[in-house]
């Protein structure tokens, strides 16, 4: 059967409303995870905004239910119109052992469904030292990225870092999770490696997973 790891942002005052969308479904699990918006504060203040508080909501569910969480979440959140906050879609390829199959799609019925494997979009993630964050997202927005969310983080990582990355995942660290389309992801990871890579100060290193489908970007739906 198909599964996702379904990754909405938003603003803190919406938890308990996403948190709603996603138990309507019966899902398993819902995990909350603290963050803060990449804005810079020039950029705020060109726009009279002010620096807004995040949360992500994440949860497992089958294919109907994020067509569902997705429905909901456009129809009561307006998560489809940019500024309300992002949603994301990754499709897990395996899952460790039948008990914990059966725990995270809730006993779902299996129906030997395959996976559409072809992906337009893609969600990159970069762990850098903590306070690099403006390097990063600089680097991101040139290159093509529309924005980013950030969590604090504290690796735990061994002297096997150091040795073949330059840097130490022992210090205070920040994840910073950008969705980008698949044509941009490429230019966006090596504008970060090139301007905030391991062999600088920010020490950022950077991966990206796919996703199946995204809602809140209205420019990489177009």
Do not use: W
Request: aromatic share 4%; glycine share 10%; charged share 20%.
């Amino acid at each position: 059967m198909q599964l996702f790891f379904v990754i909405s942002v938003l603003e803190r005052i919406k938890e308990k409303q996403m948190i709603a969308i996603y138990s309507e479904q019966n899902t398993s699990f819902i995990l909350t995870v603290m963050g803060h918006g990449t804005a810079t504060s020039e950029l705020l203040d060109i726009h009279g905004l002010e620096d807004t508080e995040k949360v992500l909501v994440c949860t497992v569910a089958g294919s109907e239910k994020t067509k569902e969480i997705f429905k909901n979440a456009k129809h009561r959140l307006m998560i489809d119109i940019p500024g309300n906050g992002i949603m994301m879609s990754v499709p897990l390829k395996s899952v460790g052992g039948g008990r914990t199959l059966d725990y995270i799609s809730n006993n779902e019925k299996k129906d030997g469904s395959v996976p559409d494997m072809s992906f337009h979009h893609e969600m990159i993630i970069v762990i850098l030292n903590q306070g690099f964050t403006d390097v990063v997202m600089d680097a991101a927005r040139a290159a093509g990225a529309k924005g980013g969310t950030a969590i604090h983080a504290k690796g735990t990582g061994t002297e096997i870092a150091k040795k073949f990355l330059g840097v130490s995942l022992a210090e205070e660290k920040e994840i910073i999770i950008i969705a980008a389309s698949a044509q941009k992801k490429a230019g966006i990871m090596k504008a970060i490696m090139e301007n905030a890579g391991p062999d600088t100060p920010s020490g950022a290193i950077t991966f990206s997973l796919p996703v199946s489908a995204v809602t809140g970007i209205r420019q990489l739906d177009e």
